[in-house]
C-alpha cells in the first residue's frame, strides 16, 4: 500500500519532468542495443518525431528552460510507442544467444 502510494508519486514526478522537456518516457531509455534495433525498426514518422523531440529536449535543457505551461499540457509522456517492439528486439536476442552457443 505504501509501496503504491510511492511509486504514483514518482510517476507524477518523472511525468511532470518529462513534460517540462516535451519527452515520452521511452526517449528516455538507455541506448542499449535492443533499444537501438528498435528504433531502427521504427517507421519513418515515429523517428521523426523522437528525433525532434531528443533535439528539443536537448535545446531546452542547454538554455536551462522548459516549455510553455499550455505545451506541457498535452504532453503525453506516458504514450508508449517503443516499448513493444523492444521486449521483441530482447526475444530475438535472446533466442540468437541460444541458438549460438555450443
Do not use: C
Amino acid at each position: 500500500m505504501v509501496l503504491g502510494q510511492i511509486a504514483k508519486l514518482y510517476q507524477k514526478s518523472v511525468a511532470k519532468q518529462l513534460r517540462q522537456l516535451g519527452l515520452r518516457y521511452d526517449d528516455a531509455l538507455v541506448e542499449t542495443a535492443e533499444v537501438q534495433r528498435a528504433v531502427h525498426w521504427l517507421n519513418r514518422d515515429q523517428s521523426l518525431a523522437r528525433t525532434r523531440r531528443l533535439s528539443r529536449a536537448a535545446d531546452l535543457s542547454f538554455k536551462r528552460a522548459y516549455l510553455p505551461e499550455e505545451i506541457q499540457n498535452i504532453q503525453e509522456p506516458f504514450n508508449f510507442y517503443l516499448q513493444d517492439k523492444v521486449a521483441e528486439a530482447t526475444e530475438l536476442a535472446d533466442e540468437r544467444n541460444k541458438l549460438t552457443k555450443w
